[in-house]
């Protein structure tokens, strides 16, 4: 076996643990359960969708006061529902976890790992 296969199946297993390290966390299974519990709550998703409505209502028309009340009235009911506030406390942990991971990655491998070149879906 060459040098250079021997290092991507290293490369590939490292990659593997990871990725089930991840899956494994308790950050990860917390997203995954909030995610869960937002798509079975139907008030939930519902107030999500009449809020992202409003706001690009508000984005794409000239300022009109009736949508920005409208908006804050939803942003409020947003802020107080427990389903919609737990999934976005489990996002936030589990982007910091993987904006941990890259820090530690990068400095590795002694370059920025998830550097976004202007490309890609994200």
């Known amino acids: 076996m060459s040098e250079a296969v021997s290092e991507t199946t290293a490369v590939e ?11 494994d966390s308790a950050t990860y ?3 995954v359960d909030a995610n869960e519990q ?4 139907e008030e939930a ?9 409003k706001q690009q209502e508000l984005q794409a028309d ?4 009736s949508i920005m009340s409208k908006l804050q009235e939803l942003q409020s009911e ?3 529902n427990d389903t919609i506030q737990q999934h976005r406390a ?3 942990e589990l982007a ?3 904006e941990e991971t890259n820090d530690v990655i990068s400095e590795q491998i002694r370059q920025e790992f998830a550097q976004s070149l202007g490309g890609g879906c994200c």
């Open 13 to 23: 297993e490292s990659l593997q643990t990871f990725i089930e390290t991840l899956r």
């Open 29 to 31: 299974q917390q997203f």
């Open 38 to 41: 937002l798509e079975a709550d």
């Open 45 to 53: 998703k519902s107030l999500l969708e009449a809020y992202q409505e």
């Open 62 to 65: 000239e300022f009109d006061s």
């Open 78 to 80: 947003v802020s107080n």
């Open 90 to 92: 489990a996002q936030e």
């Open 96 to 98: 910091a976890l993987l």
